[in-house]
């Protein structure tokens, strides 16, 4: 696989709306509209896959407006999928879901990527490194991991983006800075360092990475490396108060708890049930997903936003 050094930065293809297009999947979600608004920003052509269900829908009505051309494809009808990647530079994946969508509406769009001659293809990873994770340990990791054999097989140049955790969930989806007890709550090691980094951070990053004409097999990013006591001084500083630690317990202990939260909520079919967070909660206090080297400064002009300023930012 080609690689550059971590620290000699890349000025990425800043393709014009003549070139082309670079497809993105999920492109009406969360993720997916930054990546495309950030895509627009570098000058490229955007070819938005939506579902029939979606492609009426507010977000799909902003891309256009941002001047993405929407394509409404069913992700079971290869033709639909073979017209979508058509002529394509690079296809991006910022789908979300479980093994229907991760490994299995992933590898058609993989087949039509590959039978369209696209050259690049970058999955929804998005998350810590699951290649140095144990299988089991974190549902949504493995089928990441599962997609990944099929796409190293396939004749495509591959690229991970791994960026940690989101930063905006510390602001309360992820429960670890909890701002009404003034409490910082975590297992294991409070030294153990994290990697953070902001959905807009990694869209920019994913956005320039899509532009890369040889971009290496993984690309790590971390907007900060934090510890849970740099997490309680972020706190400290963005809100002007104190916070204490509080240590639960051991990661042999969070295991437990993992495991009965699993068994009284199985919530099987969501996305993100509470024990799966709790699983990335665990796998990134066990120190083994933490990214290194990372890529941060391959592309140049992505001001890499704190802890401190997401913590200290109103809730929207
Ligand atoms: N590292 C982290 O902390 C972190 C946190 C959250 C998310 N993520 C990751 O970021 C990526 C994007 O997540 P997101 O929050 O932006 O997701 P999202 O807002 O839920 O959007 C995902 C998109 O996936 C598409 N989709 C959903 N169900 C589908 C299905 N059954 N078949 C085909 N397409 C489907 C939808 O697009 P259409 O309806 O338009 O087709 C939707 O807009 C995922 O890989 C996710 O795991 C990472």
């Given at each position: 696989?080609?690689?550059?050094?971590?620290?000699?930065?890349?000025?990425?293809?800043?393709?014009?709306?003549?070139?082309?297009?670079?497809?993105?999947?999920?492109?009406?979600?969360?993720?997916?509209?930054?990546?495309?608004?950030?895509?627009?920003?570098?000058?490229?052509?955007?070819?938005?896959?939506?579902?029939?269900?979606?492609?009426?829908?507010?977000?799909?009505?902003?891309?256009?407006?941002?001047?993405?051309?929407?394509?409404?494809?069913?992700?079971?009808?290869?033709?639909?999928?073979a017209r979508a990647c058509a002529g394509a530079?690079?296809?991006?994946?910022?789908?979300?879901?479980?093994?229907?969508?991760?490994?299995?509406?992933?590898?058609?769009?993989?087949?039509?990527?590959?039978?369209a001659g696209v050259?690049?293809?970058?999955?929804?990873?998005?998350?810590?490194?699951?290649?140095?994770?144990?299988?089991?340990?974190?549902?949504?990791?493995?089928?990441?991991?599962?997609?990944?054999?099929?796409?190293?097989?396939?004749?495509?140049?591959?690229?991970?983006?791994?960026?940690?955790?989101?930063?905006?969930?510390?602001?309360?989806?992820?429960?670890?800075?909890?701002?009404?007890?003034?409490?910082?709550?975590?297992?294991?090691?409070?030294?153990?360092?994290?990697?953070?980094?902001?959905?807009?951070?990694?869209?920019?990053?994913?956005?320039?990475?899509?532009?890369?004409?040889?971009?290496?097999?993984?690309?790590?990013?971390?907007?900060?490396?934090?510890?849970?006591?740099?997490?309680?001084?972020?706190?400290?500083?963005?809100?002007?108060?104190?916070?204490?630690?509080?240590?639960?317990?051991?990661?042999?202990?969070?295991?437990?708890?993992?495991?009965?939260?699993?068994?009284?909520?199985?919530?099987?079919?969501?996305?993100?049930?509470?024990?799966?967070?709790?699983?990335?909660?665990?796998?990134?206090?066990?120190?083994?997903?933490?990214?290194?080297?990372?890529?941060?400064?391959?592309?140049?002009?992505?001001?890499?936003?704190?802890?401190?300023?997401?913590?200290?930012?109103?809730?929207?």
């Amino acid at each position: 696989m080609p690689s550059t050094p971590a620290a000699q930065p890349i000025i990425s293809e800043q393709s014009t709306s003549d070139s082309a297009p670079v497809v993105l999947a999920g492109a009406t979600g969360a993720l997916g509209l930054l990546i495309a608004h950030h895509l627009r920003q570098r000058g490229a052509a955007v070819r938005a896959l939506a579902r029939p269900e979606t492609r009426n829908s507010a977000e799909a009505t902003s891309l256009r407006v941002q001047g993405a051309e929407v394509v409404t494809v069913d992700y079971n009808n290869p033709a639909d999928l073979a017209r979508a990647c058509a002529g394509a530079a690079c296809v991006v994946s910022a789908l979300s879901g479980l093994r229907e969508v991760i490994v299995d509406a992933q590898t058609r769009l993989l087949e039509a990527a590959v039978a369209a001659g696209v050259p690049r293809f970058i999955p929804s990873d998005f998350c810590i490194d699951y290649t140095k994770l144990p299988e089991g340990s974190n549902r949504n990791l493995d089928l990441r991991r599962e997609f990944s054999r099929r796409l190293d097989q396939a004749p495509i140049q591959a690229t991970s983006i791994l960026n940690g955790m989101f930063t905006d969930l510390l602001k309360g989806t992820a429960p670890v800075v909890l701002p009404g007890p003034r409490r910082v709550v975590y297992w294991g090691s409070a030294d153990q360092p994290l990697d953070f980094t902001t959905m807009v951070n990694t869209a920019e990053f994913t956005a320039a990475a899509a532009l890369d004409p040889a971009p290496p097999r993984f690309l790590r990013v971390a907007g900060e490396v934090a510890s849970i006591r740099d997490l309680q001084r972020a706190a400290e500083a963005a809100t002007g108060k104190a916070f204490k630690l509080f240590r639960v317990g051991s990661l042999k202990t969070f295991g437990k708890v993992i495991k009965l939260t699993k068994a009284l909520m199985p919530a099987n079919d969501d996305v993100f049930p509470p024990w799966q967070g709790m699983q990335y909660l665990h796998n990134m206090f066990t120190g083994l997903p933490k990214l290194a080297p990372l890529d941060n400064e391959r592309y140049p002009g992505i001001r890499w936003t704190p802890v401190r300023e997401v913590l200290g930012a109103s809730r929207q």
